[in-house]
């Protein structure tokens, strides 16, 4: 059952197969035995089970809110959720709890999604692999499978325990493995600079970065606010069609959405490329690739073109440029976004206050790890006029 | 920029010639010193009294420019829903994006907006139709986020200019128009306030002004004193409250001007400027002003130099005194900010054909709704009323005053000229003298008009009203024909009791009698004033002399 994917499993619960109640909790028993991935930061119980039950009612009495009601999900611990904990996987905001929902967050609760819990993710979202974050790292779930083992030639009971274990990619590691440990139907996560694709791909699951614009941002805690967006992370891509037509469209409270009305789109059952052109980048071929990696790349654009797409080299001249200037733009966005965490009206406040500038230095030294740390400082760097 | 100062300042050049001149004659004395025995007299001649000038001092020009930040009148905060209330219970108006909650954003409020761009109308300025919003950073504990959002690079309007008026005493009240360039408007956020509690080691702070939309004007060095900059600011004042865009209550901090100021000699490049804050009325505005120009003057005479910095204003001394600014120079890493689109005002030529009324803002249609300015309210009474320019400056100028002169010119048949006399002279005059406002006046326009129905109808004489006038201020609730009836003062109308007085006092002063048909016709008053006494001040000066002169010629 909790191999399905949403679709399925929503048509499962439509039919009366299985339960809303029934479901969350296999999937809590779930999160109980994959506990050693380390996924999530706060597994909410009980709110799921309350959800649960209302979303039961609403299945008896044949009054459903949509695709996602009664489905379990996952959503990564920069989103404020009301009244729950949220903490950035930092301790500057260890014990912080919102008091709102964020838009996307309040979306899927609408429409009737039982939240399990919030997931790990690298300290403020900076990294790639889940890994620098204040509540240990978060384990690949592929790294203990049967395929996995048998190439280690591991014994299957010491693996939990090993130090032996993969990293999810990040910074969305927490979403991308509860997704894939079965433990939900989806997850959301967050992407500014590949933080849903990337754990999506070491994770094995579909992970989509909307188009900036399209879902708000009003209550993810951001890390560039010109290039964070919202992620989707699910086990097929008609999931992630579907929960984008949940999330999409203009936010009031969301300056940057497009005002233009969204329409939600359905996939086609049969998906039809001729008509599509796909682009290969020449200057993605970049030395150090590694031979496997091509080979699957090589293998994908032959797919496309056996289905009857286009495909095509192209250009795109200023790749080079790309990472050096990212870090520029991303660090000094960070040094500007952080200002706002000195520990006075909310999160961790340092016990060393002698003074005012005391008080923030140490409170802020405390509170961030060092890749936070050393972003704010360059991004000040690359902002000072002299 | 060249000063636009030309000439010498009509108000200054009396103030400018008696300044602190003791230091020169000191100087004479060191004149084979180095420049460090200079720097150290100056120090040791700030402290000494002043005395009166005897020779001709060096010319010092004071050059001023101003900046302006008006808290915008609305409802809501400039980026969030929490309103704007003065005094309200400390955080009881903060917003979770007020309080810098990670997640939240700014939403634009479109009433600031439209202030700005009447405001910046109202001052003739060119609307950049698109403007942009910017981070300034710096650390304090009433700036929740870390960074203000205001408008540097692109603000929403500039070039614009504000007429002003001086009314120049020495020059018998006559009225100086002067002119200073508006550089720029921006849009941008309030702070919170901190309030230091040193007893106990603390500050606390309050987050209820964090957030409110100001207009920062910005006004080029075209002042030369503290006069003129108080007289421009008050003029500012007078629009902004005319176009209800801003309250313009200095006392409670909705108009909060900064001063930057320096001096140099006509035709020689521009001084070092320092930065005067914390002035907190119109009237510390101009003391504030002549000071730090004092000052400069003061070191620049001596040989010293000017410091560009930041001085505080101290009202209770009268003085300028630097702020410890431990960072020097802040570097304020402006950076664009991310969660604002630009921003757009359209006019009739440019709106989108199927906008959204309550999603643009029309810069032609605000100026069609522009209320009527403080200037051409001023004009529209000197052409309605007939009465003198300097006259509607000063009814224009006090709250209240000219709705004031309207009511009682609307119930009295009496000219304008003379309504202005009673309501500036004698009703202004004892408003100020008791520091109460025109709202404030114990004198009804109803009852005023009275009192100068019965002056035209010749019921009382001029000094009578006066009396009358009096016994109205004191407020005991009686009208003024009442006062008349009670006190008798109203004008003997019966001529045969009059020229029976005339004749007895005549009778008992022949030896005054015999000097007036002598040729002293001054003589003539003191009869007239012993008449007067005779009946109370009820006579009509004129019959009296009429029958004196008949009597004694």
């Given at each position: 059952?909790?191999?399905?994917?949403?679709?399925?499993?929503?048509?499962?619960?439509?039919?009366?197969?299985?339960?809303?109640?029934?479901?969350?909790?296999?999937?809590?028993?779930?999160?109980?035995?994959?506990?050693?991935?380390n996924?999530?930061?706060?597994?909410?119980?009980?709110?799921?089970?309350?959800?649960?039950?209302?979303?039961?009612?609403r299945?008896l009495?044949?009054?459903?809110?949509?695709?996602?009601?009664?489905?379990?999900?996952?959503?990564?611990?920069?989103?404020?959720?009301?009244?729950?904990?949220?903490?950035?996987?930092?301790?500057?905001?260890k014990?912080?709890?919102?008091?709102?929902?964020?838009t996307?967050?309040?979306?899927?609760?609408d429409?009737?999604?039982?939240?399990?819990?919030?997931?790990?993710?690298?300290?403020?979202?900076?990294?790639?692999?889940?890994?620098?974050?204040?509540?240990?790292?978060?384990?690949?779930?592929?790294?203990?499978?049967?395929?996995?083992?048998?190439?280690?030639?591991?014994?299957?009971?010491?693996?939990?325990?090993?130090?032996?274990?993969?990293?999810?990619?990040?910074?969305?590691?927490?979403?991308?493995?509860?997704?894939?440990?079965?433990?939900?139907?989806?997850?959301?996560?967050?992407?500014?600079?590949?933080?849903?694709?990337?754990p999506?791909?070491?994770?094995?699951?579909?992970?989509?970065?909307?188009?900036?614009?399209?879902?708000?941002?009003?209550?993810?805690?951001?890390?560039?606010?010109?290039?964070?967006?919202?992620g989707?992370?699910?086990?097929?891509?008609?999931?992630?069609?579907?929960?984008?037509?949940?999330?999409?469209?203009?936010?009031?409270k969301?300056?940057?959405?497009?005002?233009?009305?969204?329409?939600?789109?359905?996939?086609?059952?049969?998906?039809?490329?001729?008509?599509?052109?796909?682009?290969?980048?020449?200057?993605?071929?970049?030395?150090?690739?590694?031979?496997?990696?091509?080979?699957?790349?090589?293998?994908?654009?032959?797919?496309?073109?056996?289905a009857?797409?286009?495909?095509?080299?192209?250009?795109?001249?200023?790749?080079?440029?790309?990472?050096?200037?990212?870090?520029?733009?991303?660090?000094?966005?960070?040094?500007?976004?952080?200002?706002?965490?000195?520990?006075?009206?909310?999160?961790?406040?340092?016990?060393?206050?002698?003074?005012?500038?005391?008080?923030?230095a140490?409170?802020?030294?405390?509170?961030?790890?060092?890749?936070?740390?050393?972003r704010?400082?360059?991004?000040?760097?690359?902002?000072l006029?002299? | 920029?060249?000063?636009?100062?030309?000439?010498?300042?009509?108000?200054?050049?009396?103030?400018?010639?008696?300044?602190?001149?003791?230091?020169?004659?000191?100087?004479?004395?060191?004149?084979?010193?180095?420049?460090?025995?200079?720097?150290?007299?100056?120090?040791?001649?700030?402290?000494?009294?002043?005395?009166?000038?005897?020779?001709?001092?060096?010319?010092?020009?004071?050059?001023?420019?101003?900046?302006?930040?008006?808290?915008?009148?609305?409802?809501?905060?400039?980026?969030?829903?929490?309103?704007?209330?003065?005094?309200?219970?400390?955080?009881?108006?903060?917003?979770?994006?007020?309080?810098?909650?990670?997640?939240?954003?700014?939403?634009?409020?479109?009433?600031?907006?439209?202030?700005?761009?009447?405001?910046?109308?109202?001052?003739?300025?060119?609307?950049?139709?698109?403007?942009?919003?910017?981070?300034?950073?710096?650390?304090?504990?009433?700036?929740?986020?870390?960074?203000?959002?205001?408008?540097?690079?692109?603000?929403?309007?500039?070039?614009?200019?504000?007429t002003?008026?001086?009314?120049?005493?020495?020059?018998?009240?006559?009225?100086?128009?002067?002119?200073?360039?508006?550089?720029?408007?921006?849009?941008?956020?309030?702070?919170?306030?901190?309030?230091?509690?040193?007893?106990?080691?603390?500050?606390?702070?309050?987050?209820?002004?964090a957030?409110?939309?100001?207009?920062?004007?910005?006004?080029?060095?075209?002042?030369?004193?503290?006069?003129?900059?108080?007289?421009?600011?008050?003029?500012?004042?007078?629009?902004?409250?005319?176009?209800?865009?801003?309250?313009?209550?200095?006392?409670?901090?909705?108009?909060?001007?900064?001063?930057?100021?320096?001096?140099?000699?006509?035709?020689?490049?521009?001084?070092?400027?320092?930065?005067v804050?914390?002035?907190?009325?119109?009237?510390?505005?101009?003391?504030?002003?002549?000071?730090?120009?004092?000052?400069?003057?003061?070191?620049?005479?001596?040989?010293?130099?000017?410091?560009?910095?930041?001085?505080?204003?101290?009202?209770?001394?009268?003085?300028?005194?630097?702020?410890r600014?431990?960072?020097g120079?802040?570097?304020?890493?402006?950076?664009?900010?991310?969660?604002?689109?630009?921003?757009?005002?359209?006019?009739?030529k440019?709106?989108?054909?199927?906008?959204?009324?309550?999603?643009?803002?029309?810069?032609?249609?605000?100026?069609?709704?522009?209320?009527?300015l403080?200037?051409?309210?001023?004009?529209r009474?000197?052409?309605?009323?007939?009465?003198?320019?300097?006259?509607?400056?000063t009814?224009?100028?006090?709250?209240?005053?000219m709705?004031?002169?309207?009511?009682?010119?609307?119930?009295?048949?009496?000219?304008?000229?003379?309504?202005?006399?009673?309501?500036?002279?004698?009703?202004?005059?004892?408003?100020?003298?008791?520091?109460?406002?025109?709202?404030?006046?114990?004198?009804?326009?109803?009852?005023?008009?009275?009192?100068?129905?019965?002056?035209?109808?010749?019921?009382?004489?001029?000094?009578?009203?006066?009396?009358?006038?009096?016994?109205?201020?004191?407020?005991?609730?009686?009208?003024?024909?009442?006062?008349?009836?009670?006190?008798d003062?109203?004008?003997?109308?019966?001529?045969?009791?009059?020229?029976?007085i005339?004749?007895?006092?005549?009778?008992?002063?022949?030896?005054?009698?015999r000097?007036?048909r002598?040729?002293?016709?001054?003589?003539?008053?003191?009869?007239?004033?012993?008449?007067?006494?005779?009946?109370?001040?009820?006579?009509?000066?004129v019959?009296?002399?009429?029958?004196?002169?008949?009597?004694?010629?």
């Amino acid at each position: 059952m909790l191999g399905l994917t949403l679709r399925e499993v929503s048509l499962a619960l439509r039919e009366g197969k299985v339960s809303p109640t029934e479901l969350c909790q296999r999937c809590l028993h779930f999160i109980r035995k994959t506990k050693f991935l380390n996924a999530y930061v706060t597994v909410t119980e009980e709110i799921a089970l309350k959800q649960a039950e209302q979303a039961e009612k609403r299945f008896l009495k044949g009054e459903t809110l949509g695709p996602l009601d009664g489905i379990p999900i996952a959503v990564k611990d920069n989103f404020s959720t009301a009244s729950i904990q949220t903490t950035c996987a930092s301790q500057m905001l260890k014990g912080y709890i919102p008091p709102f929902n964020a838009t996307v967050v309040q979306k899927l609760l609408d429409q009737g999604a039982v939240l399990m819990g919030k997931t790990n993710l690298d300290e403020f979202a900076m990294g790639s692999g889940s890994t620098d974050t204040i509540f240990g790292p978060v384990r690949n779930p592929w790294g203990y499978s049967r395929q996995y083992q048998e190439r280690c030639a591991q014994n299957p009971e010491d693996t939990k325990d090993s130090s032996d274990w993969l990293i999810t990619g990040g910074s969305s590691g927490g979403s991308a493995a509860s997704v894939a440990s079965l433990t939900c139907f989806a997850s959301l996560g967050s992407d500014t600079g590949g933080s849903t694709r990337n754990p999506a791909a070491y994770c094995g699951v579909v992970g989509l970065k909307p188009t900036y614009g399209l879902l708000s941002r009003h209550g993810l805690i951001p890390l560039v606010n010109s290039m964070d967006v919202p992620g989707i992370l699910t086990r097929s891509v008609h999931d992630a069609a579907t929960v984008l037509g949940v999330l999409g469209g203009h936010d009031p409270k969301d300056s940057t959405t497009v005002p233009e009305p969204f329409k939600p789109f359905s996939l086609p059952d049969e998906i039809d490329v001729r008509n599509v052109c796909v682009g290969i980048p020449r200057e993605y071929h970049a030395p150090g690739l590694s031979k496997e990696i091509l080979a699957h790349w090589t293998k994908a654009a032959e797919l496309f073109e056996k289905a009857g797409a286009r495909v095509v080299e192209v250009s795109l001249p200023h790749t080079q440029h790309s990472i050096v200037c990212y870090h520029v733009l991303c660090t000094a966005e960070v040094a500007s976004n952080m200002a706002r965490f000195d520990g006075l009206e909310y999160g961790h406040r340092s016990t060393i206050d002698s003074s005012t500038e005391v008080m923030y230095a140490s409170t802020r030294h405390e509170g961030f790890n060092d890749v936070v740390r050393g972003r704010i400082l360059s991004g000040n760097y690359f902002l000072l006029k002299q | 920029m060249a000063a636009s100062s030309a000439g010498v300042c009509t108000a200054c050049t009396i103030f400018r010639l008696s300044g602190r001149y003791w230091f020169s004659r000191t100087f004479s004395y060191n004149n084979n010193f180095s420049s460090r025995n200079v720097q150290t007299t100056t120090l040791h001649c700030q402290s000494q009294p002043q005395t009166k000038r005897k020779t001709d001092p060096r010319k010092w020009v004071g050059v001023v420019g101003l900046e302006i930040h008006a808290q915008i009148h609305s409802n809501a905060k400039l980026f969030s829903e929490s309103g704007v209330h003065f005094a309200a219970p400390p955080n009881s108006l903060v917003s979770y994006f007020d309080a810098s909650l990670p997640g939240t954003l700014p939403v634009l409020n479109r009433r600031c907006v439209e202030a700005a761009v009447m405001t910046s109308l109202a001052l003739n300025c060119t609307i950049n139709k698109k403007s942009l919003f910017d981070r300034k950073h710096y650390f304090y504990a009433d700036l929740p986020a870390g960074y203000q959002i205001t408008q540097q690079r692109l603000p929403i309007a500039v070039a614009g200019s504000l007429t002003y008026n001086l009314l120049v005493r020495q020059k018998w009240n006559q009225v100086v128009t002067k002119t200073v360039r508006i550089k720029q408007i921006q849009l941008e956020q309030d702070s919170g306030k901190s309030l230091h509690d040193d007893t106990r080691s603390q500050t606390l702070i309050d987050l209820n002004r964090a957030g409110v939309g100001l207009m920062e004007v910005v006004m080029e060095p075209d002042m030369c004193c503290g006069e003129e900059a108080a007289a421009a600011v008050r003029e500012l004042q007078l629009i902004l409250q005319a176009l209800g865009t801003c309250q313009g209550n200095m006392a409670e901090g909705q108009l909060r001007v900064d001063a930057n100021v320096s001096v140099h000699q006509p035709g020689e490049p521009l001084g070092v400027r320092t930065e005067v804050k914390n002035i907190n009325s119109a009237r510390f505005l101009a003391r504030a002003i002549d000071y730090e120009i004092q000052r400069q003057t003061d070191v620049l005479e001596s040989g010293g130099w000017i410091l560009n910095e930041t001085r505080s204003f101290d009202y209770k001394s009268g003085r300028t005194t630097p702020m410890r600014d431990k960072e020097g120079l802040q570097d304020y890493r402006f950076m664009p900010e991310p969660n604002l689109p630009p921003l757009i005002v359209y006019d009739n030529k440019t709106v989108p054909a199927h906008a959204d009324p309550q999603q643009v803002v029309n810069i032609d249609q605000i100026r069609e709704r522009l209320p009527e300015l403080p200037n051409v309210r001023r004009s529209r009474l000197v052409e309605q009323y007939g009465i003198l320019p300097e006259h509607s400056f000063t009814l224009v100028n006090e709250d209240g005053l000219m709705e004031y002169f309207v009511s009682v010119a609307r119930e009295t048949k009496a000219e304008p000229r003379k309504i202005i006399g009673w309501i500036i002279k004698d009703l202004l005059g004892l408003l100020k003298q008791h520091s109460l406002n025109v709202s404030q006046s114990p004198i009804s326009p109803m009852s005023m008009a009275e009192l100068l129905n019965l002056l035209e109808a010749g019921t009382v004489s001029s000094s009578a009203a006066k009396q009358v006038f009096q016994e109205l201020w004191k407020g005991a609730g009686s009208s003024a024909s009442q006062i008349v009836q009670k006190l008798d003062l109203g004008l003997l109308q019966d001529r045969s009791t009059l020229e029976q007085i005339c004749r007895t006092v005549i009778d008992s002063h022949q030896e005054e009698v015999r000097a007036i048909r002598g040729g002293n016709k001054k003589v003539l008053n003191k009869l007239i004033g012993l008449v007067q006494r005779e009946l109370k001040g009820r006579a009509d000066p004129v019959q009296v002399k009429t029958i004196l002169e008949e009597k004694t010629l």
